[in-house]
């Protein structure tokens, strides 16, 4: 999906989405926006934001899994369960709840942003961010899972985030099923 002058690639609202190996190029604006909505996004990279918001309840959430956030993700009064995902964008959690699974954040001002939210990481790697956390404990003190070590992409600047052969990443996440990633 080529966004061109439009601000949004997909909408989905008082309903459910299910993105399976889309590619979006909207680096100006919102690849996928989610209001009050169930969503699910995996195997996709997102070339612009992808912006969630809820109506706070416990019902409406999306999850992401083995999906590239190049311009990160912005979740508002809802939950979001990141899971095998690369984020070269910032993470910003606003009353909100935030989970970071065998993921990777890098190269941001501050990785996480959460004013009033709940978040937490396991697994997960931060990478050449300024700050970790902002608004929220950095997940490096509170998650003794997580690493900051350079993932070894196989060409990050190509838009290749395949682990390279000897990658500090490769194997190290956990050892559950729902965890394995073919790649």
Known sequence: VRCGAVPVGYQAEHGAALVDGATFECAAGRSIEI?????RIQRSVLGGQ???????????????????LASGASVLYSGLVLENVVATGGLIASGSSLSLTSSVVTGQTCAITGAGSTVST???VFWDNVSNGCGVTDPLTRDSTSKAVDPGFVDAPA???HLATGSALV????STSSANDPD
């Open 35 to 39: 209001f009050h909505a169930q969503g």
């Open 50 to 68: 992808l912006y969630v918001e809820n109506e706070g309840n416990d019902d409406e959430y999306t999850v992401v899994k083995g999906t590239v």
């Open 122 to 124: 396991s697994y997960s």
């Open 159 to 161: 838009g290749d985030f």
């Open 171 to 174: 194997d190290a996440g956990p």
